[in-house]
């Protein structure tokens, strides 16, 4: 469903993808692990178009979207939804609003087919009846899973996450990982996570690969990763520091 080849992309003298290739498959779920600025957030950029590589293939369902036009890639874009490191909701706008943003735009839905649409996506966070409220009045968790719910109610045969579990307690962090598991299942959408959290990367993810030095350095299933004896990989699901400090 998803390949990228080859992709490199420099920002100035900034080296940030050195020749990635990736591919996944229909259904599955991927965690990208690797060091802070290492590029897993440009990486996944790429792989919805809103970044365009300096050389190298996305491929998304046999499409190369390098090079597309906008109005193209606005239709390979109905096939993702996405869920932004801080939920990225519209402070001004109700839960319902949020949610339903996107909605909006399908002339061919009806202001009843909408509103069945957002509950339902509601209904799959565990959020029902918040509707009516604001941003401001939702601890983290919900607004993350409010994010969650916007990101899936066009139904998306994609789902991408940047950094789910960030800033949220370890027993938030284990329902939002719960529910990218539920989404995955129940919806079969395939899940691209891009996290930090070791607990997170073992829970969500089927496969998981890691970038380092521009490149996929190491993949695996998450046993595979977590018992690795590489020194890098290891050093890094560890927490452990260079020597030098690095």
């Known amino acids: 469903m998803i390949e990228?080849?080859?992709?490199k992309k420099s920002f100035g003298p900034q080296r940030v993808l050195e020749g990635v290739n990736l591919r996944i498959s229909e259904g599955e779920s991927v965690v990208i692990l690797g060091r802070s600025g290492g590029?897993?957030?440009?990486?996944?950029?790429?792989?919805?178009?809103?970044?365009?590589?300096?050389?190298?293939?996305v491929i998304i369902d046999g499409e190369n979207i390098v090079g597309m036009n906008e109005r193209r890639l606005l239709d390979v874009r109905h096939k993702f939804g996405m869920l932004f490191q801080s939920a990225a909701l519209?402070?001004?706008?109700?839960?319902?609003?949020?949610?339903?943003?996107?909605?909006?735009r399908e002339k061919n839905l009806t202001p009843a087919e909408l509103n069945r649409r957002v509950s339902e996506a509601l209904e799959t966070v565990d959020l029902p009846g918040t509707e009516a409220k604001k941003p401001s009045e939702l601890s983290g968790g919900m607004r993350k899973r409010v994010g969650l719910a916007r990101a899936i109610v066009y139904r998306p045969e994609i789902v991408l996450y940047d950094e789910p579990t960030t800033g949220l307690d370890p027993i938030v962090a284990d329902s939002i990982d719960q529910l990218i598991v539920r989404i995955r299942d129940r919806l079969n959408?395939?899940?691209?996570?891009?996290?930090?959290?070791?607990?997170?990367?073992?829970?969500?993810?089927?496969r998981i690969v890691?970038?380092?030095q521009g490149k996929i350095y190491a993949e695996g299933t998450p046993d595979e990763i977590f018992s690795s004896s590489d020194p890098v990989v290891y050093r890094f699901v560890n927490g452990i520091a260079d020597k030098d400090g690095d």
């Open 210 to 212: 890691m970038l380092h």
């Open 90 to 104: 519209f402070d001004s706008m109700t839960v319902a609003e949020n949610v339903g943003f996107a909605l909006r």
């Open 39 to 57: 590029g897993k957030s440009i990486l996944l950029k790429h792989l919805v178009g809103l970044i365009q590589p300096d050389e190298g293939e």
């Open 189 to 206: 959408v395939t899940s691209v996570v891009v996290t930090h959290d070791m607990r997170s990367a073992r829970r969500v993810g089927q």
């Open 4 to 7: 990228a080849r080859n992709l």
